[in-house]
């Protein structure tokens, strides 16, 4: 399957308790699609969460988790994954539920 979009997911290495999280890169150039969604829409048959404004779709990594944050390698934006669910549960695709996070 072809994808359009080139990300990096980015973690927190920060010891716990520590306020600011310092964000570094956990893996760079992955293959994906982007979708811009409103909350409250279905994809691929499910309904996303009201808060979701896009969708990322990509191969299944069971390293990805919420805590961590997305890079769009091509507009600089980052995401917040609010959700993580397989397509079909396959374990081939794996889709996240992101908000742009906005500074400031």
């Known amino acids: 399957m072809p994808f359009r979009h080139v990300v990096k997911f980015m973690q927190d290495d920060t010891p716990d308790g520590t306020q600011d999280p ?4 956990f893996v ?3 293959p994906c ?3 811009p969604k409103g909350g409250g829409e279905k994809f691929r ?10 969708v ?3 191969r299944f990594n069971e390293a990805y ?5 997305v890079v769009n390698q091509v507009t600089g934006e980052e995401y917040l994954i609010n ?6 549960g396959r374990r081939r695709v794996q889709i996240l539920e ?7």
Request: net charge negative; glycine share 4%.
């Open 22 to 25: 310092n964000y570094v890169d």
């Open 28 to 30: 760079t150039d992955i």
């Open 33 to 35: 699609d982007i979708w």
């Open 45 to 54: 048959g499910r309904q996303l969460e009201a808060t979701t404004t896009l």
């Open 56 to 58: 990322i779709e990509t």
């Open 65 to 69: 988790t919420p805590t961590m944050i």
């Open 83 to 88: 959700k993580l669910w397989q397509e079909h």
């Open 98 to 104: 992101c908000v742009e996070a906005f500074d400031g």
